[in-house]
């Protein structure tokens, strides 16, 4: 784009071309403040539960903690060693979807069998809280990426147990309209503010820190579907009632298979 400024032929082309590198500057800074903010959130992300698990190792190292108390610190290491492993996991992700760096896979995906693939999963945290999980719809396939429409649903069908209520219901629904397919990820959960519906695809946004902290997370899933659905040239909306439920809806282009 900035080529155009190099040889402008006319005057008209070099206004065209100068508000095409105007644009071109803004959005890399753009970018590079994501890119910034990103890195710093990371590296404070990371830190905290490694500096927990630090402290909590050289307490028990240094023979500082009661014998009864031991279990309990133990633990602690590993429920913040999980979080780690949870962040990692799902920075590294965020970081494969990113465009230079994402699989170009391009196979044929069947959404129905792959949902009930994801629901198979997490059948043991729904039952966990007690919460129906229903699969209902038709077989729709369509080219794409089978990793990541599996994370696709995967985060949203998660994060609907997650934020349900004990005994609550988690519905899923495959479909298709003309050229498109359906996904519906509905729950009867907490619901999402409606003050924070236009932040929840950020990275590391978590509505209401405190409510969130009982309930593990990092963050990064929601980032994960936006960018998932980004990758297939969909789209994703979000329809939440606070403290009664929320429900999803991915269309994904269905291409022909070449
Ligand atoms: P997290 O790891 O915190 O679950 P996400 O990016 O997946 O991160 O979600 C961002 C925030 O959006 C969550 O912290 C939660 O507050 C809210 N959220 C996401 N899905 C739901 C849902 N189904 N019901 C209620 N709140 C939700």
Redesign the pocket.
């Known amino acids: 784009q900035c080529e155009v400024i190099a040889s402008p032929s006319n005057s008209l082309d070099m206004v065209c071309g100068l508000v095409v590198f105007i644009m071109d500057v803004t959005e890399k800074q753009e970018l590079e403040t994501m890119r910034r903010e990103f890195t710093s959130n990371v590296s404070h992300e990371l830190k905290t539960p490694l500096t927990t698990i630090y402290g909590t190792a050289d307490m028990l190292a240094n023979g500082m903690v009661k014998q009864e108390d031991v279990a309990q610190f133990g633990g602690n290491i590993r429920s913040e060693s999980e979080r780690l492993i949870n962040l990692i996991n799902d920075i590294v992700s965020l970081s494969k979807l990113d465009e230079d760096s994402a699989p170009r896979e391009n196979e044929s995906v069947e959404l129905y069998a792959l949902a009930e693939e994801v629901l198979d999963r997490l059948k043991l945290s729904a039952a966990e809280k007690g919460i129906t999980a229903s699969l209902t719809g038709e077989r729709v396939s369509l080219i794409g990426s089978r990793t990541i429409l599996s994370e696709v649903i995967y985060?949203l069908c998660d994060?609907?147990i997650?934020?349900n209520v004990s005994g609550g219901k988690l519905d899923v629904k495959v479909s298709h309209i003309p050229q498109r397919a359906i996904i519906t990820v509905s729950?009867t959960?907490?619901?999402?503010p409606k003050e924070h519906i236009g932040r929840?695809f950020e990275r590391f946004?978590?509505?209401?820190k405190s409510r969130?902290r009982r309930i593990k997370?990092?963050?990064?899933?929601?980032?994960i579907v936006k960018h998932g659905v980004m990758y297939h040239k969909g789209t994703v909306r979000v329809e939440?009632v606070a403290g009664s439920g929320?429900t999803f809806v991915v269309e994904l282009p269905i291409e022909k298979k070449q």
């Not at 959960?189 to 999402?192: K, R, S, W």
């Not at 946004?205 to 209401?208: A, G, P, S």
């Not at 997370?217 to 980032?223: D, F, M, P, Q």
């Open positions: 985060n994060n609907a997650k934020y729950d959960g907490m619901g999402i929840i946004y978590r509505v209401d969130s997370g990092t963050g990064l899933g929601l980032s939440s929320t």
